[in-house]
């Protein structure tokens, strides 16, 4: 994780306006401090969809050494200094990788319909197809 880590401070996808984080297993979440409420949220909605099916063992949703960064930017400027256009899924998220792990980029924060999107998107990285 640390080499992940290190990596990841080293690209264009890292800010340091991203000055608060949640770890949990492969999942990094990075936002900013007053973006708290819309990171929890984000946390929580990925957490319930990731524990939805219980006969996923919780050693497959680790997936293969797979670490996966959601970065939750303040604000488009930010967004967009951090992802190319053809990178961005709509105007809102954004998704790219950096070796075996992968990066999300989300726009300020998220309506309704986004959220279902990034939970897809994140389980399908997080979770083996043999699951």
């Not at 409420?37 to 050693?59: G, Q, V």
């Not at 990066?103 to 998220?110: A, K, P, T, Y």
């Amino acid at each position: 994780m640390s080499q992940s880590l290190s990596v990841l401070t080293q690209t264009k996808y890292y800010t340091p306006a991203l000055n608060a984080a949640i770890f949990d297993g492969p999942l990094r979440l990075y936002f900013a401090q007053y973006q708290e409420a819309s990171a929890l949220e984000i946390y929580f909605r990925l957490r319930e969809r990731l524990n939805k099916d219980k006969t996923i063992p919780r050693k497959k949703v680790k997936g293969e050494g797979k670490n996966v960064f959601v970065m939750l930017y303040p604000n488009e400027e930010v967004f967009t200094l951090s992802f190319d256009a053809e990178e961005s899924q709509s105007g809102q998220l954004a998704m790219n990788r950096i070796g075996d792990d992968y990066v999300f980029g989300i726009n300020g924060s998220l309506e309704s319909g986004d959220y279902s999107l990034l939970c897809e998107q994140i389980e399908s990285v997080l979770i083996p197809a043999d699951c």
